[in-house]
């Protein structure tokens, strides 16, 4: 059963790693800051991603989901990432990145 997140908000899926997620109980808003880069609510959600157990699951879910999305169309923070980093990201290898979308 679903549990409340910010990634997951009424959903219903079997248990994931989403049920470890760190911002389960975060409000939607408090991982999808407003601001950029500096901002200090980006750096809270980043930090917040910092604690969390499954960060590289989420990131990788996220990298997945967006695919070659561009900057503007990729939203909030995941895996302490914001969107321009994973932008940045899926540039540097963007082989890579279509290769792991494509394998699921
Ligand atoms: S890495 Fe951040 S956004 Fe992803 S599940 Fe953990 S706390 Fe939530």
Redesign the pocket.
């Known amino acids: 059963m679903s549990r409340r997140s910010?990634?997951g908000l009424g959903t219903r899926r079997t248990a994931d790693w989403?049920d470890l997620?760190?911002?389960t109980d975060a409000e939607p808003e408090d991982?999808f800051p407003e601001g950029k880069g500096k901002d200090p609510a980006v750096q809270d959600a980043r930090a917040?991603?910092l604690r969390?157990p499954?960060?590289h699951e989420?990131?990788m879910d996220a990298m997945r989901a967006e695919g070659a999305a561009g900057k503007d169309n990729r939203w909030g923070?995941?895996?302490?990432l914001t969107g321009d980093e994973r932008a940045a990201l899926y540039r540097r290898n963007p082989g890579k990145w279509a290769a792991y979308r494509t394998r699921g």
């Open positions: 910010a990634y989403r997620a760190a911002c991982m917040f991603c969390c499954v960060i989420c990131l923070v995941r895996g302490s």
